[in-house]
């Protein structure tokens, strides 16, 4: 018999621009365009992948980055498990909306698990945040940092695959009725979680990596 899936439903949240539907697209289809278009309302895509020992449903919504936040928007928040909210190197006014994206999904889903994800990281030079900014709101919301490339596929998976173990992490908390930090920074000190790339010079080694991959994989092709 086939162990049941567990259906997990997270949102991405963010200013309008910042890569949510791309990002999404990426995790869910392996695809990606440089064409934008925004987002009317709310779309919806899903994908199924082994996480530990299950078989995980992720029901990724994407949600339009407008200030108003309508009724129509506001219901497809209702029953999600977790939520990343998302936002650019290279544009500081989403990166400064991130206290008030936090606080809209805790208005409207609770204490859910949450993530940062910051895209565009291959723009580098063009960067508006620093990476001391992107760690100290980190610490601020306390919740944990990625850096990522949704163009090159980068820290995309792990977004994901954090929040779905956070979860499974949570309902284990409550069955056994204990309570346990998993997180901490490079000091040590309990409650905040760190970053999972702390400088641009790692973000910069994973591109290369991947460049290179794909490289070599074009190559056998040709062979």
Do not use: H
Request: net charge neutral; proline share 2%.
């Amino acid at each position: 018999m086939f162990a049941p899936q567990r259906e997990l439903k997270i949102l991405v949240v963010g200013n309008r621009g910042v890569g949510k539907t791309c990002l999404i697209r990426q995790f869910c289809r392996a695809t990606y365009s440089d064409d934008y278009k925004q987002t009317v309302g709310v779309d919806f895509m899903e994908k199924v992948e082994r996480i530990g020992s299950e078989d995980v449903k992720f029901m990724l919504w994407d949600t339009a980055g407008q200030d108003g936040f309508n009724p129509v928007t506001r219901a497809y928040y209702k029953g999600a498990e977790a939520a990343v909210l998302v936002f650019s190197t290279t544009d500081r006014g989403s990166f400064e909306a991130l206290p008030r994206w936090r606080d809209k999904v805790l208005d409207e889903c609770g204490d859910v698990a949450m993530a940062l994800l910051q895209n565009k990281v291959d723009l580098i030079e063009q960067s508006e945040v620093s990476s001391e900014e992107a760690e100290a709101m980190a610490r601020r919301l306390n919740l944990r940092l990625y850096r990522g490339c949704v163009r090159e596929d980068l820290n995309v998976d792990s977004v994901f695959t954090y929040l779905a173990a956070l979860i499974q992490g949570r309902a284990n908390k409550d069955t056994v009725g204990t309570e346990k930090s998993t997180e901490k920074v490079a000091d040590g000190r309990p409650g905040v979680p760190r970053a999972s790339l702390s400088r641009s010079d790692s973000v910069k080694l994973q591109l290369q990596q991947k460049q290179q991959q794909a490289k070599k994989d074009q190559d056998c092709l040709l062979m």
